[in-house]
């Protein structure tokens, strides 16, 4: 089992590339249109459309949980997706997501500002219509990654490999992607990835319930979450009262995938944080 990710530049043509070597490798396409729809599948797609691929703003970020819920959500159905098996992810910070998985292949496409703007012209854009899209799109893209994981969109080091499509054309690009992927030295995904992908994805639900109950933050309270096994999630932090360590341990029970919880909260009482 692989993965091939695609993070690209509005213009470089790096959507019809990665298309093309998903239909290649017969791998899933995975675009925002299918993360889309398996966020619905899964209930959160009002979290992924308020996400949209790009940062909340500086109210939403400091006086609401909400971003975090939303790419919490965005982030257990991307890992969901790659637990399926082989696919082309293209954005959705995916390159970041599966970055410690050896079987992941990531890769960047660009060109010219001049080629973008030539390349959407040629879609029916105007020149200044273009240049005005391209720029909205590298300053949204790049925020939303830069929130989302506090990396930059884009630091070569989170790729394999950076294709420019200024001299390289579409059918290139593609050979030498598809001949990258196709290397022995891509390795296969092991049981143990497989598990845990499982148990990001598990984590990242139970860490979005955690914050929409108000659990994660407050006066004498801070729950962590982290899932040690399949299927297992591990409840640690402290709390003030013992109804509120049973309530976080019910909200995580109600998560999809959770067959057990291991709550490990501390009860602090009021009365004991206030001395």
Same mark, same amino acid.
């Given at each position: 089992m692989h993965f091939i990710t695609f993070s690209r530049t509005l213009g470089s043509? #790096?959507?019809v590339i990665a298309k093309r070597v998903a239909d290649a490798m017969g791998y899933a396409f995975n675009d925002t249109a299918a993360i889309d729809r398996a966020a619905g599948a899964m209930g959160f797609s009002s979290s992924v459309e308020e996400l949209d691929g790009k940062t909340p703003s500086f109210f939403q970020r400091y006086f609401s949980h909400e971003p975090e819920i939303n790419l919490d959500r965005l982030n257990s159905v991307v890992l969901d997706m790659a637990k399926q098996g082989d696919a082309?992810?293209?954005g959705r910070g995916a390159q970041v997501l599966l970055k410690s998985f050896h079987c992941a292949l990531h890769v960047r496409v660009n060109a010219s500002m001049e080629r973008r703007i030539r390349n959407l012209v040629a879609r029916g854009y105007t020149e200044t219509a273009a240049q005005k899209a391209i720029?909205?799109?590298d300053h949204e893209r790049s925020a939303f990654v830069r929130f989302a994981f506090g990396v930059n969109w884009d630091d070569p080091s989170l790729y394999d490999a950076v294709l420019s499509?200024?001299?390289l054309g579409v059918d290139l690009a593609v050979d030498t992607?598809?001949?990258m992927a196709r290397s022995s030295e891509i390795k296969a995904c092991s049981a143990d990835a497989m598990i845990e992908l499982a148990k990001l994805a598990l984590r990242s639900r139970a860490e979005a319930a955690?914050?929409?109950?108000g659990l994660s933050t407050g006066k004498l309270t801070a729950v962590f979450v982290s899932a040690p096994d399949q299927g297992v999630v591990q409840l640690t932090g402290v709390v003030r009262d013992r109804e509120t360590?049973?309530?976080a341990e019910v909200v995580v029970k109600n998560v999809e995938g959770v067959a057990a919880v291991e709550n490990r909260i501390t009860v602090i009482p009021e009365?004991? #944080?206030?001395?």
């Open positions: 043509q #790096g959507t082309v992810f293209v720029n909205r799109s499509t200024e001299k992607i598809l001949t955690i914050i929409e109950a360590r049973d309530l009365s004991v #944080g206030a001395v």
